[in-house]
């Protein structure tokens, strides 16, 4: 995609509480802003009793918005019902494991039920049909954030049943599959399968969850296909993919951050809908802000079809922990960019004055006075108008692959490793050092056939695995290939069933090594640092004991092992360390794999991009509030400031600060 | 009201294992008792039967009290349903946000329902008019502790949407009022309004509260008004009112201590109800013991009618965190005199040998025999009849008022501070500095309209503010009045919408500063100590900065402000600092106020009465396990030792002491 | 019971990824086992539609067991429902107090509905009858950890009223007995009873919990009755009990070890169904192995019928917290027979591949080949074929007993000590102190008459007690005995109502002592070191100050007093205090009995039996990681090497090692 980089925010006239739809376009255009989004979530303002359309606050903001030169995305309102709705059906809400949920928060529907769909079909169709001859309106994203909802009501099981049926052809195949004759769960036909939500058996749990998630990609493929027959082809279609949320602070309040792979509905699947990737990226800033979540939502979205993603939202003054201090609003802007964006929107224009998200503040607060953060995002603007020829279209050659899974992280949660960590605690503990290595990656997952790009693979905690994908590591690495696994990798299929052969399933030829037992670390160290939450240990056979547990009764397994396997090489770690310690067994196995180690580390983050131009341009980023000082590796052009650099030279990076150097 | 000091406790007979009244009603008078608090709670033995009334065991009380020269006063015992109201109509069990409750507990009730109003209509009529003629019930106390027990069945959501149409008209204003668009959660009509327990709008949540506790103050109406027909000119109606309880210890055996502004009854409304105010107040004693409960709660009881209240429920032995060390029971049984009560009555007489408060404990214990609380209610009884004549009708003249809302402490629940910080943490922090300082003041609320008789007003947290408050600080200021804010005050109106212009709303004049920004401090200090929770970032616009933050990046903003505003003074706090600094600015603005402050400090505390002989009385209340020496600032007589006293000349307060000098 | 020792474990055939019955039968033998327990939970696959029965497996594995030498106890499968009989009849899942269980989990049935007695009486008729005549068959379980599991539907609520009618003759002893007149909770008639799971009233709710142990414990009578209709003589009936289990670690993936006195299903009364008492004892390995769950266990279950005992449940490798240290399996092995067990079983043969207990391992991993736990199983296999002659119908001697309720269990639950401290927690501080001083007891019930084989008996927390028992404390004391209680013991009656004369009630003459004020012990010490949780301010009324609380105001008060009363001792502990203050009251109080305390101390634990030919054999068991010595107290044979060992002679116990010798 080469077009001009994206510059927005959503905004919600609908909410106002008083006519400044003028004010705010020119607020906008001064920011610099080419792009708002529109209409999602305001569903009862659109069609306020059934059948009833009125756009038009959605009429007065696409013109105005073509008038001050602004383009507009349309967002199709379907995660926010109308009451009117219930009251005509009250299945339209959502009965998960805890009972039928109440009217009121968004994101409670039940998304098979067919009162909903009715009337969500029918306001799509009126608002797409009426929205899609607008010149600026450029693209249209389908739902919000959408996830299954837990929904289990008994129309949900009874379509469950039947996919059961046709999943496992006979119920001798699934009991045995599914472990059923557990506590006699076992059944005599499809029919009598119980309703999941009181199971205590994992495999038959997390079945459903399979199931649930194919409900939810299939929802935005509904969608997809009625934006389709009104779109005009210039349009995109997308969707505002979120991560799974780790609460902090007081609970309701907010949601917390975008923390990793997103349990309640499969990236890989339903990305099939869209035609651009979108998605939103929250994260802890001032003191906290590191930048690993921008990188790591970035590396999957973008790995996922090998191109350029829209941060539909980013935050702006957020809620009272995210404030930015100076410079930080444009470090992560920048950092989206590095990481393959093709533009930055704000979560939102302005704070809303009632509701649940009155502390989650947009770029202007409640008094919609210009104050410092808005401030920062005209700069912004202005240098993303400039940046924008050069950098759109810019893509990434990256030769590691972290490989993750939504079977893994849902199996993760009926079996944790530790009450404290959870599976994207794991990934993210693998991801982080590696991006605080500046060992930039992609993140795949693990249907992902092709790993013909790649030099290393790297599975942290990928409990879940299909049997071919054991059979294609081995093959990985006998071809040349390096990889780096975690404990708790390929133990289980599919279905969560623990494999009955040696331990790691197919691969112990591949890591030399097998283990068949596993406690908590207590007081035990492994090269010099503290050994926590789980130990396998490990008995190699044929592989290099990296490291071994120093422990009175446990000293005689292996903590890390390496092993030569054909071309290749094969590391896994048994236990989890510090970061430090496992960077240091990162750095080696990137050595295995023929991988350069930048002298430069985290809090100074190098990106790499390959202009359209054939250039490469490598951005510098200084997640840290000391100024620092680094030696130029290129010679080329500082982007921001327009000076030549050369190769060799010392460069100061402010606090918060960017580089962007175009060789 | 000028009448003998109040001294008893609540009496259960009906509880007792075996017959000992008579036993009972001896060292009672050998406490020093006059009177008796009996019936309340006790339905099911009063009438076991629909319709069937037994008053034997009142009979016998009232007639047992005449003969030993105690008055009584009768509570309605209509907080606690026998089990044969709930069978004849299971709607009388109060549903609330959770469901429908379980019959077993009290105060469990819905309050509007009909089948309990009309037998609880029966009840009344039938034991008033029953003991209303005796000459020693001397008043009678309906219901307890009355709150709307978060009541929201169907039949009250009728009720809830009529008042709306009512308050607001149009379903256009209702829905622009409460911002209801957000979220899709606005309606074409009135009765259309979903079921408030499920909503995630703090305005419709909130404007659902004020409904419910409108129906407590209405039902307390209501059983005044059927008082009103039986009872003699000379008797009172009086409450139980509590306050916002703080829990501690095992989870359900006890309920806390008497925190802060009640949520769920409005007493500024409710107060209109009775002809005597009726408070119970609990707190922590033993090494915890401050006074400051006992304080706050009188302080707000005295202020609503400015006039005497009388203490129902004041805590005995309770349970086994409190048993008051030598002294105690004394000390706060003046403390409470010094704070204008007309009388103290224990809850209760004996410990209950069954159920939920067998651990909350009475003046004697489960055994009966004197103990050492009991033998110090002896000499409390005695003090109090010797100072009787002397004390009664006691005024208080305060130059200070603390000024807390009903809607304030809702809103903050829905919108916290920090999860560690409540609403009414804030007022303490603020009062508890006041209390300390020993600058007196009177709790009022946001609703009174006459400051005519205060210097200096004092805002913590008053979140939502009516528009003429605003306007009526202002003017209070400019006439010479000092005020006082804290943080997040005059942020919303009454329906909890943020005011959309510059913040604090109306009065950016006054406090000469404005703000758009705020967040969490971390290592933050202001004037050398760390600022916690909450920090906005004021921007002085002809404020002095009284002090600033000390952060890189948020040094530039103010922390704490002052303006000089016609002939007044404005302070304004931004953030939440330790005690002693908070002291320090109240002091200043004390003196800007004109008021002195006393030397002596907590643990010594000093409070003054208006004696109905025109004099002067001072309490001296060591709250402390050390003798403390004072210096007398006043000539008079020590009451409870009839010395004379010099001014100048140094007095010892025993550990846990009490002087009283009348001028 | 002079038989062969048991070792074992329980098998699941059933649950197996593929046929390998063969193979787990060799590697049985080669382990030295005789036992497997099968069939219990697998009902589904017995049963798997209504009436047709399928014992396949069942037959396959009692034929197997037969070739291979191996016996086989049959276990009811009556705990895990099939999912068939819930379509059938919804009320088969039991209804609690939080509502309807959903279907999944095991012992979640509704113990007394019909539908499922009628399926669960046909499943045992047609497993018992089909499977008895087996000669290999020895014995049958059934159920398995049977409890009440809360039950409290609309049918059980009829059957308790009908009790309630019976127990208490009228309603007006029912409303006296339980204090019903609190909060209007009182009735006019037994039908008018309210469900007593919203009760506030903890006599009303005990005596519910009381009435739900009793419908356990005729269920397990029920399934007796049946079996003995088929069941050969010399075959028996055991029942697998367990203990109130303490959690830890991540919710939901274990149950916790096994803590105290069962409070859902009383021992006592339940044990009258089994001709062999059976347990599962869990419990913390590793560092934290301790022996004290195994010996209290033991203790209890041995004594309940002064005979041996079936561990049928101990655990292989369990979960990942507890894999055993080299030696530690062996070690538990025998502190079972120390205690007088006449068997141990594991749970279970090999891990399970899917649903909840997947990480609670067997003695095989998931890959079913041998490891280091199962190799130790070998040993000990080996160990108990070779004891087997000598220790089989051991027999204990204690002079000491420890009394236990399970009235006073629940009553704790209504009224705990503290937050962080249940009646089983004081059970062990006590029991665990005993044992640590290598102090043999039995630990009995309270309803148990028979006190004369003891010299001394030791309360802790004894809370309810019935009338006689009071009395016959009394008695024993008097003659001789030596009683030693804590706080909070006979303070209420069976019903959980407080007794209303002195406490401790009916034993002020022989404590010589009373009390009637009790608090929270804040900076107080006795005897140099803190109390903690519970004060109570004892007067001694003849009685000895055996310490007394340092503080200023409670120093007045003893906390420890000791009388001597007609021609024996009575000890009582007004406080708890750090364990080795226990241990030296507790060793004052052993000696005053008479009752030599041993040198040697935890870590190494000894214990004592008594064989079948009349001689003694002594345990020595070292429960930490150090090699330690003891001087030999016995002349005699070490049996595990054979060698002879002298008195006086210096031995070494390994870590985590064992010392049996022979008299």
């Known amino acids: 995609m080469k077009k001009e980089l ?19 376009m020119q607020m906008m255009v001064e920011a ?40 507009v995305i349309i967002g199709t309102p379907t995660y926010a019902v109308p009451y009117w709705l219930v009251q005509m059906d009250p299945d339209v809400m959502v009965t998960n494991a805890d009972g039928q949920a109440k009217y009121g928060s968004r994101q409670k529907m039940n998304i098979v039920n067919p009162t909903y769909r009715k009337y969500a079909e029918g306001v799509i169709r009126a608002l797409v049909s009426h929205t899609a001859p607008q010149p600026n309106v450029i693209g249209f994203q389908i739902d919000n954030e959408t996830k299954h909802y837990g929904t289990a009501g008994e129309s949900v099981q009874q379509l469950f049943r039947a996919w059961m049926k046709e999943r496992f052809g006979t119920v001798e195949r699934m009991n045995d599959a599914l472990g059923l004759a557990y506590w006699s769960n076992s059944v005599a036909s499809f029919e009598d399968l119980p309703d999941p939500t009181g199971t205590i058996n994992g495999s038959y749990g997390c079945e459903f969850a399979t199931f649930q998630r194919k409900l939810a990609a299939d929802f935005l493929k509904w969608q997809a296909d009625i934006v389709n027959e009104y779109k005009r082809e210039d349009q995109f279609i997308t969707q505002n993919f979120d991560y799974e949320w780790k609460s902090f602070g007081p609970k309701g309040q907010q949601d917390g951050y975008s923390w990793g792979v997103q349990p309640n509905i499969c990236h890989y699947e339903a990305s099939k809908a869209v035609t651009l990737m979108g998605t939103d990226i929250y994260c802890f800033d001032q003191d906290l802000l590191t930048g690993r979540e921008i990188a790591f939502g970035g590396d999957m979205m973008r790995a996922m079809r090998d191109d350029n993603y829209l941060v539909l939202e980013s935050q702006a003054q957020a ?41 989650w503040k947009g770029l202007l607060s409640h008094d919609f006075a210009p104050n410092p953060t808005y401030e920062e995002a005209c700069v912004i603007g202005q240098e993303m108008k400039r940046l924008s020829p050069i950098l759109s279209g810019m893509r990434k050659e990256n030769k590691i692959a972290l490989v993750v899974s939504t079977e893994a992280v849902n199996a993760m949660k009926w079996f944790p490793l530790h009450k404290d960590v959870s599976y994207n605690d794991v990934v993210h503990w693998i991801y982080d050092a590696l991006y605080e290595l500046n060992l930039e990656c992609d993140v795949i997952f693990e249907q992902e056939k092709d790993w013909s790009q790649y030099q290393m693979l790297v599975f942290p905690n990928l409990y879940c695995v299909r049997e071919d994908t054991a059979a294609r590591v081995d093959a990985f690495v006998k071809a040349g290939g390096t990889v780096f696994s975690t404990f708790k990798s390929f133990f289980t299929d599919e279905h969560v069933k623990i494999y009955h052969d040696k331990q790691p399933h197919g691969l112990t030829q591949c890591f030399g090594m097998t283990y068949n037992q596993f406690t908590r670390p207590v007081h035990v160290t492994v090269d010099g640092v503290e050994a926590s939450y789980w130990m396998e240990l490990l008995n190699p056979e044929g592989a290099e004991t990296v490291a071994h547990y ?30 430090e310690k496992c960077k240091e067994y990162l750095k080696r196995a990137a050595m295995d ?71």
């Open 6 to 24: 994206i510059f927005g925010a959503a905004y919600y006239e609908e909410y106002l509480p008083y006519d400044r739809l003028e004010q705010d």
């Open 32 to 71: 610099g802003f080419n792009t708002i989004r529109i209409a999602e979530s305001t569903w009862s303002v659109e069609e306020p009793r059934p059948g009833e359309y009125d756009f038009s606050h959605v009429d007065r903001m696409i013109e105005a918005a073509g008038r001050y030169g602004l383009n």
């Open 319 to 359: 809620f009272a922990e995210w404030l930015p201090y100076p410079g930080q609003l444009r470090l992560m802007a920048m950092s989206h960019l590095a990481s393959g964006a093709c533009g930055v929107m704000y979560w939102n224009w302005h704070s809303i004055h009632n509701a649940k998200e009155s502390y």
């Open 550 to 579: 120093k422990h009175k009764y446990w000293g005689k397994y292996a903590a890390v092992t390496r092993n030569t396997y054909g071309k290749g090489h094969a590391w896994y770690l048994g236990t989890m360390l510090p970061p």
């Open 593 to 663: 794999a023929g991988i350069a180690v930048p002298d430069v580390q985290f809090p100074v983050i190098v990106r790499h991009g390959l202009l359209s131009d054939g250039s490469r341009v490598h951005f510098v980023l200084n997640y840290s509030s000391d100024l620092r000082e680094i030696v130029c590796e290129w010679k080329g052009t500082e982007l921001l400031t327009g000076t030549t650099v050369e190769k060799g030279a010392k460069m100061e990076v402010p606090d918060w600060g960017v580089l962007m150097i175009k060789e």
